[in-house]
Each structure stands twice: as C-alpha cells, then as structure tokens.
C-alpha cells in the first residue's frame, strides 16, 4: 500500500490561505490522491481528490506535482471552523474494495 | 435525506460481552467498510464488503465479524475474542469501482469496561 507522509501539525491565521503538504512518493499510476478532515470525535468528511491534474473545489483546491509524489491541499481562507486534522490518503480502486489508508494526519490549527 | 448512520454513538458492554455495531446507509452504494480508531491515530480498516452477501478481512479483522445480508445494512460485531476492543469505530460507503467519495457515518464509541 502507498504511504502518506504530513507534518503532524500545522497553524494558520484566520483569513490566510492553509497550505498543507503531503508526501505520497511510492504512489503507483492508478492511484488517486484524497482529502479528508476530521474535527474530534466525528466521522471523516471529503475534501477532494485528483489523479494527477489540479483540482478545485468550493471548499479548497489540490495541486498534485508532475511527478505525483507530493501535493498540497490549500484552503484559500482558513476559518476557526477548519480547525481539523486533515488527512492525505491514497485510494486504489481496486486494492482492497477501494479502501482509504489513512496516516497520522496533520493537525491544523486556525488562529484568530 | 440521504446517508449514513451509525447507531449507537455511545456503547458500553461489559468485558467478555459480543456487541454489535449498526451502520446503515441509504444511498444506494455498494461498497462498505469498518474502521477503527484510536485516540490520536489514524483509521484503520476492519473489514469490507463490495457486494451483498460477501465481505472481506481489511488489515485488523481479528476479533470481529460482519454480515452483508441487505445492501443498506453492514453491521459490525466486536467479539470477546478483540483484546482491545474500546475504541471509536466508523463506517463508511462509496460507489464501487469509481473515484468518488466515501461518506462516513459519525461514529460510534465503544467502551469495554
């Protein structure tokens, strides 16, 4: 299974855009990269996701490298109500019934 | 509306007890899963199923069991036999064989005491 790698936790200003990485380096071609955020004891909720071609959303925007060994979620203006762990998955939708791998996850925290 | 949902939120059973876990969804999806979570860790996949009437382990199936008798319902059962079963355990959904999202329920908290 491809492994994530984030930062474990991150701050961003309110009103600044968040940029949170991630590295995805032993993805393979048929693998898409996903977008989730978890606030505390809830269920997990999508972002987005992509293949290898920029994605945007009206909650955030990813940009995958050519390579598609790295990418970036960027939430254009945080609020406190982004306050989340957000983790970076890669899903094959084939591998395992379409699982989701989760990592560890980075923790952002937005600061008035 | 559609979605999914788990029942209980909140579990308490006595050590040694099976308890079962309800995760129904309503959005016509064939594909399930279970995860489990820790606290301060990532979810890790129980088991899954991408049909009615077949399910498969997903990396720590030990100690539970499933079902998969209606395309709604997947219920998860935590048996006497999973050495640390208290734990936050989600389920989830999504359309099989396609790169769309996979919607969760909110959850449910087990605590073994």
């Known amino acids: 299974d491809a492994k994530t790698t984030q930062p474990p936790s991150m701050d961003c200003a309110e009103g600044r855009a968040a940029n949170l990485p991630c590295n995805h380096s032993t993805i393979s071609g048929n693998e898409y990269v996903y977008w989730y955020r978890q606030i505390h004891s809830q269920g997990p909720q999508y972002i987005i996701h992509g293949l290898k071609n920029n994605e945007t959303n009206e909650m955030a925007s990813l940009i995958i490298t050519e390579d598609r060994k790295s990418s970036t979620l960027i939430l254009p203006h945080a609020t406190l109500r982004d306050t989340a762990v957000y983790y970076c998955?890669?899903?094959?939708?084939?591998?395992?019934?379409?699982?989701?791998?989760f990592g560890q996850g980075t923790e952002l925290s937005v600061k008035p | 509306d559609g979605g999914i949902t788990q029942s209980p939120k909140y579990l308490f059973r006595k050590e040694g007890q099976n308890v079962t876990l309800s995760c129904e969804q309503n959005?016509?999806?064939?594909?399930m899963y279970w995860y489990r979570q820790d606290p301060g860790q990532g979810l890790r996949l129980i088991y899954y199923?991408?049909?009615?009437?077949?399910?498969q382990k997903g990396d720590i199936a030990e100690g539970y069991s499933v079902s998969r008798e209606k395309k709604e319902s997947f219920p998860l059962t935590v048996t006497s036999a999973q050495k640390n079963p208290t734990a936050f355990y989600l389920c989830?959904?999504?359309?099989?064989?396609?790169?769309?999202?996979?919607?969760f329920g909110q959850g449910t908290r087990l605590t073994v005491v």
């Open positions: 959005l016509n999806h064939d594909a």
């Open positions: 989830a959904s999504s359309i099989r064989g396609a790169d769309t999202e996979a919607f």
């Open positions: 998955i890669v899903r094959s939708l084939y591998n395992q019934g379409g699982k989701l791998i």
């Open positions: 199923s991408q049909i009615v009437n077949d399910f």
